[in-house]
C-alpha cells in the first residue's frame, strides 16, 4: 500500500473489471491488417522514416519483407538496430518521428503508414529459432552496466554480441527500468516488459544483479577498479519537488511512485484510488498518470500545467488520450499552495493564474482552489544524489543534474561511460535510451581493445 494514500478508500470495482481497462491502448494488428498497411508503403529510397529513427531502423525495409510474407526477415532488421524494438514498438511517439515523417502523410490520402504497428506486428508474429544473434569468440574482457532500463539492456546486449561479459548492477527487483515500472499500464500489457529481457538475455554472457544499488551498497570506485570498463545507464530516480509548504502531507506524492506501484500491483483493486485527483506537470508521466487514475474509478481528474497546450511535452496524441479519458486539462495555472485539513491531510491546491510577458512567465494575481484527495506530481526528475556521491562518482562533470558526456558517451574519467537519460543529450525516449546503449557498447568495445592491443 502506497503510505501516503493509506487514508484514500480503495476502489469499489474487483480486479477482473479494473483490469479491463488497461488492456492495449492500440489493438494490434492481424495478418490481414498486415498486409493490407505495408502494401500502403512506397519503400521509399532513404526514406525520412529511417532517417528520424533514433536507432536508424531500416523501416522500409522491414515493411517490404512484411509484405513479402517474410515476418522473420522484417523481425531479424529490427533487432539488428534495437533490441528493444518490441516495448519501443508500443511506446514510442511515432506520432512526433517516423510516421510524422512518413511521405504518405502528404498525399491524397494524408495519413503516415502505421509503422509502430507493423514493427509490433513483425516482432510479435515472428518465429526465431532461438536469440537471433550470436556471440562473437570471448575477448576476455568484463563490463559493469549500472542499470537495467533500456540504455544499460541495450548497452550489455551489445557489449555481449561482441564477445564481451557483462554484469548488470539493478536497484529494483525486476530489470527493465521504465519498460517495467514507469511507463502505462494499457501500453505495455502481459507482463510484456520481462519477456522482452529474457529474450535480450538469451545472447548470453549477461549476468543481472538485483538491489544493487550505485552509492548505496555499490561503489562506482570499486567498479572502476574490478571492471575493464563501466557504463552508468542510471535514469532520473528522483523526483522534482514543487517547492511549497505542505509538500510532505498525506496525499501528496510523486506520479511515478503511484505509476510503479499500479505497474506491480497483482490485484489492482487494492490501490487506493481518490475521488478526485489533481495531476501537476505536462509530460507523458503526467497524461499517463491522470489517465490511470481515471481508469481506477477516480470520478474527477484534473491535470494542470503552467503553460499552454502547445508548450506541453507530452505529444498532441497524449493529449487526445487524456481527453478522451475525460481527463480535465486546466492551463496557464501555476502551484502556489497546497491546501490541508484539520488532520494535515491534502484537501485540494490554490493556483496562480499566469500568462506570457514577452518570453517570460508570470503570474496574473489571481488565483483558482481545486479541492481534490490526493495530489501528484510530474513535474519531471532529476539525478539521486546519493547514486553519485562517493570519490570517483564526484568527478564527474555534469550538466545541471545530468552527466556530461563526448560523442562516444564517455565521460571525462578514462572507462566510465554513460547514456539514456542520466546524460544531457537526447530526447528522454526509450528509443533514445537504448541507441545510447548501443553506441556506447560500441566505443567502450573499441577503447577496450585498442586498450589491449597498445
Given amino acids: ?84 524494438g518490441g516495448s519501443c514498438s508500443r511506446v514510442c511517439p511515432t506520432e512526433i518521428l517516423c510516421e510524422d515523417a512518413c511521405v504518405r502523410n502528404h498525399d491524397a490520402e494524408g495519413q503516415p503508414v502505421k ?11 515472428c518465429k526465431l529459432d532461438g536469440h537471433p544473434f550470436q556471440r562473437a569468440p570471448s575477448t576476455g574482457k568484463k563490463i559493469a552496466v549500472v542499470g537495467a532500463g533500456p540504455a544499460g539492456l541495450s548497452c550489455a546486449h551489445r557489449l555481449a554480441m561482441l564477445g564481451n561479459d557483462v554484469v ?28 522482452e529481457v529474457d529474450f535480450l538475455l538469451g545472447v548470453g554472457g549477461i549476468e543481472i544483479r538485483h538491489g544493487q544499488k550505485l552509492g548505496t551498497n555499490v561503489q562506482l570506485k570499486d567498479l572502476h577498479a574490478q571492471y575493464d570498463a563501466v557504463f552508468l545507464g542510471l535514469g532520473l ?30 490485484d489492482l483493486a487494492s490501490l487506493p484510488v481518490p475521488r478526485r485527483a489533481i495531476v501537476i506537470g505536462a509530460g507523458n508521466t503526467a497524461i499517463d498518470m491522470a489517465v490511470q487514475i481515471q481508469r481506477l474509478g477516480a470520478e474527477e481528474v484534473t491535470m494542470v500545467y503552467r503553460r499552454g497546450f ?17 481527463v480535465r486539462m486546466l492551463t496557464w495555472a501555476q502551484p502556489q499552495q497546497v491546501l490541508l485539513d484539520e488532520s494535515g491531510r491534502v484537501r485540494g491546491m490554490r493556483f496562480e493564474r499566469t500568462r506570457l510577458e514577452g518570453t517570460r512567465l508570470v503570474g496574473t494575481g489571481e488565483s483558482i482552489e481545486i479541492a481534490a484527495d490526493a495530489v501528484f ?32 558517451f564517455r565521460t571525462v574519467l578514462p572507462g566510465i561511460y554513460a547514456g539514456g537519460d542520466c546524460v544531457a543529450p537526447g530526447q528522454d525516449l526509450t528509443v533514445q535510451a537504448v541507441q545510447h546503449g548501443k553506441l556506447a557498447a560500441l566505443a567502450i568495445h573499441s577503447d577496450i581493445q585498442a586498450k589491449g592491443g597498445a
Fill in 115 to 125: 509503422i509502430g504497428l507493423l514493427q509490433r506486428y513483425a516482432l510479435d508474429n
Fill in 1 to 84: 500500500m502506497i503510505e501516503s494514500l493509506k487514508f484514500i478508500p480503495q476502489p469499489k470495482s474487483t480486479n477482473e473489471e479494473l483490469a479491463t481497462h488497461f488492456t492495449d491502448l492500440a489493438p494490434p494488428l492481424n495478418a490481414r491488417q498486415a498486409a493490407i498497411e505495408s502494401a500502403r508503403c512506397l519503400y521509399c529510397y532513404d526514406a525520412p522514416c529511417t532517417r528520424i529513427c533514433p536507432t536508424g531502423i531500416d523501416v522500409a525495409s522491414f515493411i517490404r519483407n512484411i509484405h513479402e510474407k517474410n515476418v522473420n526477415g522484417a523481425a531479424v532488421g529490427i533487432l539488428q538496430q534495437n533490441i528493444l
Fill in 310 to 326: 502547445d508548450d506541453m511535452s507530452a505529444t498532441h496524441h497524449e493529449q487526445d488520450i487524456a481527453k478522451a479519458n475525460q
Fill in 377 to 408: 506530481k510530474a513535474i519531471g526528475q532529476g539525478m539521486d544524489a546519493a547514486a553519485l556521491a562517493d570519490p570517483l562518482a564526484v568527478l564527474l562533470k555534469r550538466d545541471g543534474d545530468k552527466i556530461q558526456v563526448d560523442e562516444q
Fill in 237 to 266: 530516480g528522483a523526483s522534482r519537488q514543487l517547492g511549497l509548504t505542505g509538500e510532505d502531507a498525506p496525499g501528496l506524492m510523486a506520479a511515478v511512485d503511484y505509476i510503479a506501484e499500479l505497474r506491480q500491483a497483482s
Fill in 168 to 195: 548488470i548492477y539493478e536497484a529494483h527487483e525486476k530489470s527493465g527500468g521504465l519498460n517495467e515500472y514507469g511507463i502505462a499500464k494499457y501500453k505495455l500489457t502481459d507482463n510484456f516488459a520481462q519477456k
